[in-house]
T-cell receptor, first 114, second 115 residues
Framework: AQTVTQSQPEMSVQEAETVTLSCTYD???????LFWYKQPPSRQMILVIR??????QNATENRFSVNFQKAAKSFSLKISDSQLGDAAMYFC???????????FGTGTSLTVIP | ETGVTQSPTHLIKTRGQQVTLRCSSQ?????VSWYQQALGQGPQFIFQ???????GRGNFPPRFSGLQFPNYSSELNVNALELDDSALYLC??????????????FGPGTRLTVL
């Protein structure tokens, strides 16, 4: 089974600074999707960014970007110009192209310091 | 367009009881997935329903069962509740086809406490 590991239970960043959240995964598949989800204290999970494994170009969504290293099975999230509203739990997730099951990591709690 | 809604918000049950959780998918969505999120953990996939049929299941025992209705809303039923079933239960809906995947949208969750 696929596994997703987030080795940073907690991270903090000063407002307006940049922070990187780490994620590694284990799979024998060659094609798959990777995701970062944000879960604010109100609990509703929202998609931050998505990467298809067959795309070499790293995904970017405004202040959020990823560093996808397929050979290393690494998928980190960079948040630039951090804002107070970025404070949340961040989950890395994996889904195969053919399957429908998502595998989530244990999450990283991000605190933004004013 | 309404988002994904879940009911109830909170629920307290005792060990051995049965519970039904409900999820209304986003308008136009045909797929619903259910997840269990224990405290301090990431969501764990329970199962998925696509056009009223179970379409994949995670590592959960048969006492976790579900339904999807013609309007694509869904229920999660848990029988013989155990203390470890205490968790946040999330549902997520998406508009999927057999050959493509689209973004799933999560509901706010139901917090189940088993005493």
């Amino acid at each position: 089974a696929q596994t997703v590991t987030q080795s940073q239970p907690e991270m903090s960043v000063q407002e307006a600074e940049t922070v990187t959240l780490s994620c590694t995964y284990d799979t024998s598949e060659s094609d798959y999707y990777l995701f970062w989800y944000k879960q604010p204290p109100s609990r509703q999970m929202i998609l931050v960014i998505r990467q298809e494994a067959y795309k070499q170009q790293n995904a970017t969504e405004n202040r959020f970007s990823v560093n996808f290293q397929k050979a290393a099975k690494s998928f980190s999230l960079k948040i630039s110009d951090s804002q107070l509203g970025d404070a949340a739990m961040y989950f890395c997730a994996y889904r195969s192209i053919t399957g429908n099951q998502f595998y989530f990591g244990t999450g990283t709690s991000l605190t933004v310091i004013p | 367009e309404t988002g994904v809604t879940q009911s109830p918000t909170h629920l307290i049950k005792t060990r051995g009881q049965q519970v039904t959780l409900r999820c209304s998918s986003q308008s136009g969505h045909n797929t619903v997935s259910w997840y269990q999120q224990a405290l301090g953990q990431g969501p764990q996939f329970i199962f998925q329903y696509y056009r009223e049929e179970e379409n994949g299941r995670g590592n959960f025992p048969p006492r976790f069962s579900g339904l999807q209705f013609p309007n694509y809303s869904s229920e999660l039923n848990v029988n013989a509740l155990e203390l470890d079933d205490s968790a946040l239960y999330l549902c997520a809906s998406s508009l999927d086809t057999q050959s493509s995947y689209n973004e799933q949208f999560f509901g706010p969750g139901t917090r189940l406490t088993v005493l």
